[in-house]
């Protein structure tokens, strides 16, 4: 079923200061479960920036700045290695150009809003909020002022947590333990997140897709990889939600 953002229902413009409070801590608590997989990773990252050749100040700016994990540590890794700053532009925005699809899917339930909020509000979009509060939206009873407040509550502990755990990381001077570096804390980040989406058979078909194609694309130019997995994981998830109709139709 399609919901239609604009349909949802509203007991007036704006709620009083107790819904939004309300609304409020139930998007930090919503998203608590995606803060306690990225701290890890956040860690991990703040550790290896401290490590690397990259200045604290320019390290410590990342995080809020890029607010994504793979980009992040993409960019770090090459100012560490010396590459060009176009490829590290261009790398960097392939790795997150999957963030349009979020804000596409999420822009809907704030059409309303003016265009300075929106663009405020499309800053701290990645995966994790996207997938805490699209499913908290479609629930379809909070209004205009539920939504936002729901969305700032998420997005502003989520925020916090990933910069605090790395500027910690980085002023203490922590090392990554042998054993337990990236290769760890980067798939703990994302467990949480892909137990929540795959929820029916079209995000179990878009999931398999998009990871069986970023194996394959993986050494594409410029990190493009996650960008063909995102788009091939729509294809797939589309296809799979055809086959679904299909079968109910039979």
């Known amino acids: 079923m399609t919901i239609d953002p604009a349909a949802t229902p509203t007991r007036r413009d704006g709620a009083d200061v107790a819904g ?18 990225v701290v890890p990773f956040a860690l991990a990252i703040g550790a290896a920036i401290g490590t690397s ?15 994504a994990g793979a980009a992040q540590l993409s ?47 499309a800053i701290p979009v990645i995966d994790q909020l996207h997938f805490t509060c699209i499913p908290r939206f479609e629930r379809c009873d909070l209004d205009r002022a539920g939504r936002r407040a729901h969305y700032a509550g998420a997005a502003l502990w989520l925020a916090t947590a990933w910069t605090a755990s790395q500027w910690l990381a980085m002023l203490v001077g922590a090392r990554v333990p042998e054993g337990l570096g990236l290769g760890v804390a ?38 493009s990889a996650l960008l063909v997995a995102a788009i091939g994981g729509i294809v797939a998830g589309s296809l799979g939600r055809a086959g679904t109709v299909r079968e109910v139709g039979t």
């Open 20 to 37: 939004r409070r309300h609304a409020f801590a139930e998007g930090v608590r919503d998203v608590t479960p995606m803060v306690i997989g």
């Open 53 to 67: 050749s990259v200045s604290t100040l320019a390290g410590m700016a990342s995080a809020p700045l890029v607010l």
């Open 75 to 121: 960019t770090i890794e090459m100012l560490d290695a010396g590459a060009e700053p176009i490829v590290i532009v261009l790398s960097a925005l392939m790795i997150n150009a999957r963030l349009v699809l979020y804000s596409a899917s999420i822009a809907g339930w704030f059409r309303d809003e003016p265009l300075g909020r929106r663009l405020a509000l």
């Open 186 to 223: 980067a798939p703990l980040a994302l467990a949480g997140l892909l137990a929540k989406s795959t929820v029916d058979r079209r995000s179990i078909v878009a999931a398999v897709g998009a990871s069986s194609l970023v194996v394959i694309a993986i050494g594409l130019p410029f990190h």
